[in-house]
């Protein structure tokens, strides 16, 4: 029977650096003792969570059931550029792991924290590339059915930071295990993704495209500009970039010429960065006890040191009546609570 640890401390389980306790924390490795474990929760009425990397969580309190946590971490080549990776994969790790052996399309999404198995709920993204563009495959244990189901991303419902697993799926699906399709660098004709901020410029400096180039570019920019969690508790990007009207955009342009977005939906609405917004509105740097808004980056909340959950929020819910008030746009937290 698959082990339940007693009130076991979660703040070394948050980037955040929360303070909170599980009344009990199960890990698995396989569908069997996935399946003891969420039976064992039916039997005693218990909740459960799904918690992998916690590195876009806040931990609001204590949590009444079990925390399940995805121990199995390995990484297998399934078909000529198919990629298995089980849920507990470093997604770092597996970043590394394709660009060694020449296999081109998560480059770009070097050092992004958290686990292989969140990827797809989160639908992750940076420098212009997301998990959706290179996932075959999810496969995840039916907590109601308690069997294993794959399915293919046509029915993940993968769009901006959202995909099924937060939507009908929530509370249902325990991924655990990621299959990507990747392309040979070798075949010559990998289009590399390089379009994105200053990625180019970066790319360009260390001697053109490649995985490698781009994998050390990416690095070294999220290196400069993001705090380390190990030292700056945080979650990474607090807020979703706000996708707006395009008739509204253009109203807010002509007060703020300046002001950076993307054309979306076909030209009828506009993403904006929440992080210009926020920067605009004279946050970034903002400190306040125990909690702050990261000087290099405004779509970053910090942890000072000490924070608690509402300290968090309460910051978070100052910046998002500030930037409607300013901008009229309503900021979204991209976070997930619990
Ligand atoms: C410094 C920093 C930078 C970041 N940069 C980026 C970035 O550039 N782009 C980006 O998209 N994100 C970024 N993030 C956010 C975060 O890294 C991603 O969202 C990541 O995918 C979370 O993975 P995790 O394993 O830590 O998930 P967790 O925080 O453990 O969980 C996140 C959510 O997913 C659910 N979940 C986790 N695993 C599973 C599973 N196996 N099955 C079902 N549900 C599951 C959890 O229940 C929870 O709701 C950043 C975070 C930090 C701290």
């Known amino acids: 029977m698959t082990n339940f640890s007693d009130n076991f401390a979660l703040r070394g389980r948050n980037t955040f650096g929360l303070d909170a306790e599980a009344r009990h924390w199960a890990e698995f490795r396989t569908a069997a003792e996935l399946?003891?474990?969420?039976?064992?929760?039916?039997?005693?009425?218990?909740?459960?969570?799904?918690?992998?990397?916690?590195?876009?969580?806040?931990?609001?309190?204590?949590?009444?059931?079990?925390?399940?946590?995805?121990?199995?971490?390995?990484?297998?080549?399934?078909?000529?550029?198919?990629?298995?990776?089980?849920?507990?994969v470093v997604w770092d790790d597996l970043v590394a792991w394709s660009v060694e052996r020449g296999l081109g399309g998560l480059e770009n999404l070097s050092l992004i924290p958290g686990y292989a198995?969140?990827?797809?709920?989160?639908?992750?993204?940076?420098y212009g590339a997301e998990a959706k563009d290179t996932i075959e495959t999810v496969e995840y244990f039916d907590a109601a059915t308690?069997?294993?189901?794959?399915?293919?991303?046509?029915?993940?419902?993968?769009?901006?930071?959202?995909?099924?697993?937060?939507?009908?799926?929530?509370?249902?699906?325990i991924v655990t295990a990621v299959e990507f399709r990747l392309t040979p660098e070798a075949d010559g004709k990998y289009a590399y993704n390089i379009g994105y901020g200053d990625l180019h410029d970066r790319v360009?400096?260390?001697?053109?495209?490649?995985?490698?180039?781009?994998?050390?570019?990416?690095?070294?920019?999220?290196?400069a500009k993001l705090p380390?969690?190990?030292?700056?508790?945080?979650?990474?990007?607090?807020?979703?970039?706000?996708?707006?009207?395009?008739?509204?955009?253009a109203e807010l342009r002509e007060r703020y010429p300046e002001m950076p977005g993307?054309?979306?939906?076909?030209?009828?609405?506009?993403?904006?960065?929440a992080a210009w917004l926020?920067?605009?509105?004279?946050?970034?740097?903002?400190?306040?006890?125990?909690?702050?808004?990261?000087?290099?980056?405004?779509?970053v909340l910090i942890n000072l040191g000490g924070a608690?959950?509402?300290?968090?929020?309460?910051?978070?819910r100052r910046i998002i009546c500030d930037v409607e008030q300013k901008f009229g746009v309503t900021l979204s937290m991209e976070v997930n609570i619990l």
């Not at 198995?117 to 940076?126: L, R, W």
């Open 35 to 88: 399946r003891d474990i969420l039976l064992r929760c039916r039997e005693q009425g218990l909740p459960w969570y799904v918690l992998s990397g916690g590195s876009n969580i806040i931990l609001t309190g204590n949590f009444p059931g079990a925390v399940i946590h995805p121990a199995a971490d390995g990484i297998a080549l399934i078909g000529p550029g198919l990629v298995r990776a089980e849920a507990a």
């Open 117 to 126: 198995g969140a990827a797809p709920v989160q639908n992750i993204g940076a």
């Open 146 to 173: 308690l069997e294993t189901v794959r399915i293919p991303k046509e029915a993940c419902a993968f769009g901006y930071r959202e995909s099924v697993f937060k939507g009908s799926l929530k509370g249902r699906a």
């Open 204 to 223: 360009m400096e260390l001697g053109g495209p490649s995985l490698r180039n781009i994998r050390q570019a990416v690095i070294a920019i999220r290196e």
């Open 228 to 249: 380390d969690p190990a030292v700056t508790g945080n979650a990474g990007s607090f807020f979703k970039n706000p996708v707006i009207p395009a008739a509204q955009a």
């Open 262 to 273: 993307y054309a979306c939906n076909g030209g009828a609405a506009v993403k904006v960065p």
């Open 278 to 299: 926020i920067d605009r509105a004279g946050w970034k740097g903002f400190r306040s006890g125990t909690v702050g808004v990261h000087p290099k980056q405004a779509l």
């Open 308 to 316: 608690t959950a509402q300290e968090i929020l309460n910051l978070a």
